[in-house]
């Protein structure tokens, strides 16, 4: 059975640095893609950025500058990291399986705030 | 950057209705668009992809199609399960949702 799950702190400061564990099972991430989509409280879907199978990485155009998406296949896991985050970045953050968006985590909500 | 444009962002029905979703895009993106349905709490569910294949176990009361920018997600009649907000993403270049249409019974 395929599985994500995100874990990560739910309360993060103002001008501080994100970090998300999506621990996956079910697949190999040498097989498939995993992306980070994020929904702000109320709001719309952002696609973030996504870990390919070969191990490269591409991110949105707007968040490019502060993200960055790593992984270690050894034990199913891909990484987010987002510094200087601001209240604005208060969202619920997913991970899911590409190419196409079958299998979501459950998300974790971030919440930025002092 | 493609932008999605989505219409209209809230829509009310009544039960057994044929209701129609609209995504535009701002470029043509060759078909490479994907429906999602979101209830509320829930993770977004793939309910059509690449315009109009339908996901397995969606009902077929849903229903995709549309060419270049212009693409339309159908429910042919609306069921009181079908209360939710529906995304489109387009996968043409990169990625991008459109914002949404929250869907309610009247």
């Known amino acids: 059975e395929v599985q994500l799950k995100e874990s990560g702190p739910g309360l993060v400061q103002p001008s501080q640095t994100l970090s998300l564990t999506c621990t996956v099972s079910g697949f190999s991430l040498t097989d498939y893609s995993v992306h980070w989509v994020r929904q702000p409280p109320g709001k719309g879907l952002e696609w973030m950025g996504v870990?390919?199978?070969?191990?490269?990485?591409a991110y949105n155009s707007a968040l490019k500058s502060r993200l960055s998406i790593s992984r270690d296949t050894s034990k199913s896991q891909v990484f987010l990291k987002m510094n200087s985050l601001q209240t604005e970045d208060t969202a619920i953050y997913y991970c899911?399986?590409?190419?196409?968006?079958?299998?979501w985590g459950q998300g974790t909500l971030v919440t930025v705030s002092s | 950057d493609i932008q999605m444009t989505q219409s209209p962002s809230f829509l009310s029905a009544s039960v057994g209705e044929r209701v129609t979703l609209s995504c535009k895009a701002s470029q043509n993106i060759n078909k490479y668009l994907d429906w999602y349905q979101q209830k509320l709490g829930e993770a977004p569910k793939l309910l059509i992809y690449?315009?109009?294949n339908l996901h397995t176990g969606i009902p077929s009361r849903f229903s995709g199609s549309g060419s270049g920018t212009d693409y339309t997600l159908t429910i042919s009649s609306l069921q009181p399960e079908d209360v939710a907000t529906y995304f489109c993403l387009q996968r043409n270049s990169w990625l991008t949702f459109g914002s949404g249409t929250k869907l309610e019974i009247k």
């Open positions: 690449n315009t109009n």
């Open positions: 899911t399986r590409g190419p196409l968006f079958a299998y």
């Open positions: 870990m390919w199978s070969g191990g490269s990485t």
